[in-house]
């Protein structure tokens, strides 16, 4: 068998001490043709004289592509894993291999076992998806380096160190969504040493150099005792007299009243601390229920005014809903002192009359406030959305950054946003008003159909009364009609692309917006130039 094959090459090269390396490379390498059975070198089995070269055809999954590599055929399968993964660049430990009928291959075992033929030998790679998690990293890696001349793996074995010190903590986090724990890690490799910019070193001497050196005294002393014949003066002389014996009972006792003292004045300064904590988070508690007291003085009269306001001036339904229930509590409050009064039956018909006609009024004056605010809210949605129709667009960059860009959308709506924003200006003179007007007409005289037709004709009637000296009061029926026909023609998106985004349903075509005929629109011309 092979095993037998394998150990009868392995004993021939060990008995080959006479051949050079150079020759069994040679006879071992691929480019070279093996000899002949006559031709065999002495000395070696004839299973080394058979040596074939194995071409392997693999099937990587699941990218499904073809890889074919010209190997030994005394390689092991798992030495063809190595050089698949060197030369392919995929993860080791996710690679496996497998015979064409799917059955999974040995490791340890030949190529030679798995070939049919013994020349060619057809296998199944996959590349697994998910790293095994309970894989631990042996005491020995074999890594592949390259590849000898005889087309064999040159393998590396490194050995692993590992470091069974308990590793710092660095914290970490929690997925909410799975429960899983990440830690934080810092690297083990070590920093490399800055370099100093100061020098720490040379090659001088730092022996210190010492030299004696004799000096004098400016003055010398001395003592001179009286005698016969030798006047000494006195004049500067002191006498010195010893002062009181300090015993060392005396000295242990000062130091324990200085002691006692020190230890007073510590004291009395953790006292005086201790006070001014005291004082200081009292003056801050005074001084933050002060605050809270102002906030919630604040939010009161706030929600009061805002109360108020929605009395006063309501615009929502929500506030709608408020008045009519404080309405239903007070004409159920007054029934009832009305039913308890102790009054007659027919004066009672009366009081319940006349609150009936109170409870009317009260209604009406709602009616009139929710038509206002109907009004004030329409105009402010109005406005918001021309507003936004003539912003420039936003567009978010690579970096996070947006940028305003201005489009010819944008210049259109912007433009007819300017000139609506004219036309409901009042109180301006009236060649501005006249310039007003013609910019609108030759504006809308771009598009010819039955809307711009009666914008012209609104704003030919204008000018001819302005002309004529009319009021302003006895035009106001006039140009709200044409405010609110020129701010259809803005909300048309034939008319102004801007508006396509601002429409609830899509649009279609109407009576008003259908543009007429060339023929037509000439004709119109002529007749209202």
Request: charged share 30%; hydrophobic share 35%.
């Amino acid at each position: 068998g092979t095993e037998s094959v394998v150990k009868e090459l392995e004993t021939s090269v060990k008995d080959l001490d006479d051949k050079s390396n150079e020759e069994i490379n040679k006879l071992l390498s691929g480019d070279t043709k093996y000899p002949a059975a006559e031709d065999s070198l002495p000395g070696l089995p004839s299973a080394m004289n058979t040596i074939q070269r194995l071409m392997v055809n693999a099937l990587i999954m699941p990218d499904e592509f073809n890889v074919t590599e010209e190997v030994d055929s005394l390689l092991t399968v798992d030495q063809l894993c190595m050089i698949l993964c060197r030369h392919l660049s995929l993860p080791l430990l996710r690679f496996s291999l497998a015979s064409s009928n799917g059955k999974p291959m040995v490791k340890d075992s030949l190529l030679t076992e798995w070939s049919s033929d013994g020349s060619t030998l057809s296998v199944v790679g996959t590349v697994s998806e998910k790293l095994d998690l309970e894989y631990r990293m042996p005491n020995v890696l074999q890594v592949m380096v390259s590849v000898d001349n005889t087309g064999h793996p040159v393998i590396a074995e490194v050995e692993v160190t590992r470091d069974d010190a308990k590793k710092r903590y660095f914290g970490g986090y929690r997925d909410k969504k799975t429960g899983r724990e990440y830690h934080h890690a810092c690297t083990q490799t070590l920093r490399k040493p800055r370099e100093s910019k100061v020098r720490k070193y040379h090659r001088d001497t730092q022996t210190v150099n010492i030299s004696s050196k004799s000096a004098q005294s400016k003055r010398e002393q001395g003592t001179q005792m009286a005698r016969k014949d030798l006047y000494i003066d006195t004049e500067r002389d002191r006498i010195i007299t010893s002062q009181q014996y300090f015993t060392t009972e005396e000295l242990l006792e000062l130091k324990r009243k200085k002691a006692l003292a020190i230890q007073c004045f510590i004291r009395q300064c953790f006292a005086w601390r201790k006070v001014a904590k005291y004082y200081t988070t009292q003056q801050e508690k005074r001084r933050a229920e002060i605050k809270e007291r102002m906030e919630r003085e604040k939010l009161a009269k706030a929600a009061e005014e805002e109360r108020v306001r929605r009395r006063m001036n309501p615009k929502t339904k929500a506030d709608f809903d408020a008045l009519y229930a404080e309405l239903k509590a007070w004409r159920d409050h007054q029934e009832k002192l009305i039913k308890a009064s102790g009054m007659s039956e027919p004066e009672i018909k009366a009081a319940l009359k006349d609150l009936l006609h109170k409870e009317v009024k009260l209604l009406q004056t709602i009616d009139k406030l929710k038509i206002r605010a109907r009004s004030e809210n329409k105009a402010e949605r109005t406005k918001a959305n021309l507003e936004l129709m003539a912003s420039p667009k936003e567009w978010l960059t690579s970096q996070g950054d947006y940028v305003e860009v201005i489009t010819p959308t944008t210049t259109r709506a912007s433009e007819l946003v300017m000139l609506y924003n004219g036309l409901k200006l009042r109180g301006i003179p009236v060649h501005q008003r006249l310039d007003i007007l013609m910019n609108v007409k030759f504006t809308v005289k771009e598009f010819d159909c039955r809307l711009t037709r009666e914008i012209q004709e609104l704003v030919n009637r204008e000018r001819d009364m302005l002309d004529r000296g009319r009021s302003s009061a006895s035009l106001k029926g006039l140009r709200k009609r044409l405010e609110d026909l020129f701010l259809q023609f803005i909300e048309t998106p034939e008319f102004n692309p801007g508006a396509t985004i601002f429409q609830r349903v899509p649009y279609k075509t109407n009576f008003l917006t259908k543009i007429y005929p060339e023929s037509s629109t000439a004709l119109y011309s002529r007749k209202n130039p």
